[in-house]
């Protein structure tokens, strides 16, 4: 597998094609924003029509990133689900999945803004979760440190010979990682677009998610004023 790897506080971190995050020192996988059923929230409310299986297709990519890693620790940083409820009504098939993507693994469910009651499934649900020197919450803070955070999906929007290529991609500054939506169908906001280009410091790096991750200066533009962190809606 070809993975990207860095140093972020003094954990040494794995940036995977997928978007998940790899910590092999602590034999941890990272994942954020799943949004498990999803097309089955919008289908009820009369929203967008997605394909009925975005939760298999996430589930087949997890399930892929578990077995590369062997990772037996995991975490999903928020908006596991896409809204609260819903893991009562995803298909037998894909809860009984999640129960064995589960077995034998430590298991935390971070509360996000979709989902901040804890689910109907296996695992611990918490608030946010300090491992080591890293604080793992959905929505990154205001003077946080060492932080790892979803929500925002970022991606990076880039010209390269004449063409416009989009990537989902980790964002990473001297305080924080913002990491990309791991769900299939989860859409996402542009890094040069508030309030990410505010939030992240000078010299903050994109790592773009694809066969070969790379990174690069985050793109971004100026604008008038900052955005504070948590003003947009995962």
Same mark, same amino acid.
């Given at each position: 597998?070809?993975t990207h ?7 040494d971190?794995r940036?995977?094609?997928s978007g998940a995050l790899?910590?092999?020192?602590e ?8 949004h498990?059923g ?7 409310v009369?929203g967008?029509?997605l394909p009925?299986?975005e939760?298999?297709?996430t589930?087949? !990519? ?9 990772? #037996? &620790?995991?975490i999903? %940083?928020? @908006?596991?689900?896409d809204? =609260?409820g819903i893991?009562?009504?995803?298909p ?10 589960q077995a034998g693994r ?12 804890p689910?109907?499934?296996?695992g611990?649900h918490?608030?946010?979760a ?5 604080l793992?919450?959905h929505?990154?803070q205001?003077?946080?440190s060492a932080e ?6 970022? !991606?990076?929007?880039l010209?390269l010979?004449?063409?416009?290529? #989009? &990537?989902?991609c980790? %964002?990473? @500054?001297a305080?924080r990682? =913002? ?6 169908y989860?859409g ?8 990410l280009n505010?939030?992240m410091?000078d010299?903050a ?6 066969p070969?991750?790379c990174a690069?200066?985050m793109?971004?533009r100026t ?6 962190p948590?003003?947009?809606r995962g």
């Amino acid at each position: 597998m070809n993975t990207h790897d860095f140093r972020f506080h003094g954990a040494d971190l794995r940036a995977l094609p997928s978007g998940a995050l790899h910590w092999p020192g602590e034999d941890l996988l990272v994942v954020s924003d799943l949004h498990f059923g999803k097309s089955a929230r919008l289908s009820a409310v009369g929203g967008a029509a997605l394909p009925p299986y975005e939760t298999r297709d996430t589930l087949l !990519k997890l399930d892929a990133d578990l077995e590369a890693t062997q990772a #037996s &620790r995991v975490i999903c %940083l928020g @908006d596991s689900f896409d809204a =609260i409820g819903i893991a009562d009504e995803l298909p037998e098939d894909d809860r009984l999945w999640i129960l064995r993507l589960q077995a034998g693994r430590s298991w935390i469910w971070i509360e996000g803004n979709h989902d901040p009651d804890p689910a109907a499934l296996g695992g611990t649900h918490l608030a946010e979760a300090r491992i080591g020197p890293l604080l793992f919450r959905h929505i990154a803070q205001d003077g946080a440190s060492a932080e790892v955070s979803g929500h925002y999906h970022p !991606k990076a929007l880039l010209n390269l010979r004449g063409r416009r290529l #989009s &990537r989902p991609c980790f %964002l990473i @500054d001297a305080a924080r990682l =913002i990491m990309p939506a791991y769900g299939a169908y989860t859409g996402g906001l542009r890094c040069d677009r508030a309030p990410l280009n505010t939030m992240m410091g000078d010299g903050a790096t994109a790592i773009l998610t694809g066969p070969k991750p790379c990174a690069l200066p985050m793109p971004r533009r100026t604008l008038p004023a900052a955005v504070p962190p948590g003003t947009m809606r995962g």
